[in-house]
């Protein structure tokens, strides 16, 4: 237990860096960058190490890695959205760490897909934005989903060759 705590918190910050590392501005005010990558491999090294509420502990590294780069990085207002929406994908990437091919790529899609529509939703009720620039920002969020789920599936299958269970 004492492990996944130190992995948490390593992976957390690991978000939060990566996630301010590049960043390209979208319409609605929002930014596309690279977290997404690290918040799939968190819960995935997380899942790994601890079957009993992996769920939580991917969960928060992704969400918790994400909402604390937000608002380093100047964008707050987006902090409690992208707390849900990271978390529940970085939850989802968790749980599928231990599991065989197609129920392992359906709780990463289905992670991806759920960071899309919590930002679509939320975005959508936004007074600032509204449905016209949460509709402007769903491509790019489904391309960021795809690309964290692949990379970090990619990051993960490298960490499992060079760190032995």
């Known amino acids: 237990m004492k492990n996944v705590k130190i992995a948490f918190i390593a992976l957390a910050v690991v978000v939060a ?21 690290a918040v799939v491999f968190s819960g995935l090294v997380l899942g790994s190490l601890s079957r009993k509420r992996s769920f939580w502990w991917g969960a928060g590294a992704g969400g918790i890695g994400s909402a604390l780069a ?16 990271k978390g529940v994908e970085g939850g989802l990437c968790a749980l599928a760490s231990g599991r065989q091919k197609f129920s392992r790529w359906l709780l ?58």
């Open 108 to 165: 990463l899609l289905l992670g991806g897909a759920s960071m899309v529509a919590c930002y679509f939703i939320a975005e959508a009720f936004m007074p600032n934005i509204g449905l016209q620039g949460a509709v402007s920002e769903i491509i790019p969020n489904l391309i960021q989903a795809g690309g964290g789920i692949a990379g970090g599936l990619l990051a993960f299958t490298a960490y499992r060759k060079i760190v032995k269970d």
């Open 70 to 85: 937000d608002i380093i990085g100047g964008f707050g207002m987006f902090a409690p959205i992208t707390l849900v929406a």
């Open 17 to 37: 860096l990566i996630t301010l590392f590049i960043r390209i501005p979208l319409p609605s005010r929002g930014y596309f960058n690279f977290g997404d990558v």
